[in-house]
């Protein structure tokens, strides 16, 4: 029953707390389940409740309540004011999870760099996550896609987007995720940003790299939204680094003042 729920709504963007009652078996067992039927969902921290006194705890772990007064958190409350947008192209080559490559496995999920540490930002801050993706499709394999984005960049090329927001004027505040393709912004990123105008918003990059960090990238984007204010200050975590980046993410967040 519950998957034929799942498998009616799309889900992508949102978050989903799982929890259940259970006296034998822990949720933990079934959790795949949400991750399969909504790959492009937040699975948040689960909950299997024998006694009551474990909910408010797990309540206060998801920061959905304050702590001792049962109020909402208010990194919650104000999330909705907060857009996390990324583009990612996990690599479907030989190439494993660890040893540089474009993913990385996460809870039994191979998710993009990019899309994983926009999960994590979401589970800090309580945004929204959006997606931007292409009507065309990148190649998969690592060489391909290198020369791929080589050729885009050396023909100033735009690519049409096959995702758009659905309400950019309720969004203060936009974390903005990319690859450093060429020490440059992926070419989707420049139709983006000329598709929106984010004048009045704050616009927070953040990348995962080889080896270049952010580049001009930022410079990039304060260029092509000049009405908006971009952050310099970005999270730049190398692509070795993504799978231990849970903490630098946690603490680059409560450096951003951004939960006021």
């Not at 660890?98 to 309580?126: F, H, K, M």
């Not at 989707?188 to 580049?215: A, N, Q, R």
């Not at 849970?246 to 951003?256: C, K, Y």
Request: proline share 5%; charged share 20%; glycine share 8%.
């Amino acid at each position: 029953m519950i998957a034929t729920f799942l498998e009616s709504y799309d889900f992508s963007g949102k978050t989903i707390i799982p929890f259940c009652t259970s006296a034998s078996d822990s949720i933990d067992n079934s959790l795949h389940i949400f991750s399969e039927i909504c790959p492009d969902a937040v699975i948040g921290e689960a909950l299997t409740a024998n006694d009551e006194a474990d909910i408010e705890p797990w309540l206060q772990r998801l920061g959905l309540i304050s702590q001792g007064d049962g109020t909402a958190a208010q990194g919650t409350a104000s999330g909705s004011h907060i857009l996390i947008a990324y583009f990612s192209v996990p690599e479907t080559d030989g190439t494993d999870t660890v040893a540089g490559a474009s993913r990385v496995a996460a809870d039994g999920e191979v998710l993009g760099n990019n899309q994983y540490v926009a999960q994590l930002i979401q589970q800090e801050t309580g945004g929204d996550l959006f997606r931007i993706e292409t009507v065309q499709e990148y190649p998969g394999t690592h060489d391909a896609l290198l020369e791929f984005a080589y050729n885009e960049r050396a023909e100033d090329a735009r690519p049409q987007l096959s995702t758009q927001i659905e309400n950019p004027d309720s969004y203060d505040v936009i974390f903005l995720g990319y690859p450093n393709w060429n020490s440059d912004l992926p070419m989707p990123l420049y139709t983006f940003l000329e598709e929106y105008d984010f004048s009045g918003k704050t616009i927070i990059p953040f990348t995962v790299h080889g080896g270049s960090g952010l580049s001009r990238t930022v410079r990039t984007i304060q260029e092509l939204q000049p009405g908006a204010t971009v952050v310099e200050d970005g999270l730049s975590i190398s692509r070795n680094s993504v799978e231990d980046a849970r903490s630098d993410v946690a603490d680059w967040i409560a450096g951003l003042d951004i939960t006021s």
